[in-house]
């Protein structure tokens, strides 16, 4: 038996400040560096969600992308684009928003929209550099 992996991949834009509470300013400072900046900056995300599974007989599909492309916009997607995740996103309000953390609160949401145990990987790239994924183990 075959299992398959597909992924969509969707885009947005948001800003954020990367500050700890429990660091001093300088120690935010030398954290996160200019991602500390008061100011906050933004960047222009790329998010790919990747499910397993086995294709069904009567479609050859492991799951429907066109209900994974909803799933995705209406969990994460319309929640977050051109935002400040920081202050404009409820589920964000308590989380440090590094790509670390964006993947792992985006894998729990969205985890619990799919199928049981259908949610393999969600991987946030922050920059052409910068990247983090969350996967199951």
């Not at 492991?62 to 929640?79: A, G, P, Q, W």
């Amino acid at each position: 038996m075959k299992i398959i992996t597909i992924s969509r991949t969707e885009n947005f834009s948001a800003s954020h400040r990367l500050y700890s509470e429990k660091l001093s300013a300088e120690e935010n400072e030398n954290t996160y560096g200019k991602c500390a900046n008061l100011g906050g900056h933004g960047h222009n995300y790329t998010l790919i969600v990747t499910l397993k599974g086995i294709p069904d007989s009567k479609t050859g599909m492991v799951f429907s992308l066109s209900e994974l492309k909803s799933i995705i916009r209406r969990e994460i997607i319309d929640k977050v684009d051109h935002k400040n995740l920081n202050s404009d996103v409820p589920f964000l309000k308590a989380v440090i928003p590094t790509a670390e953390n964006l993947a792992s609160v985006f894998f729990d949401i969205l985890d619990d929209q799919l199928p049981n145990n259908m949610l393999q990987e969600v991987r946030i790239i922050e920059t052409t550099k910068n990247s983090a994924a969350v996967r199951r183990a």
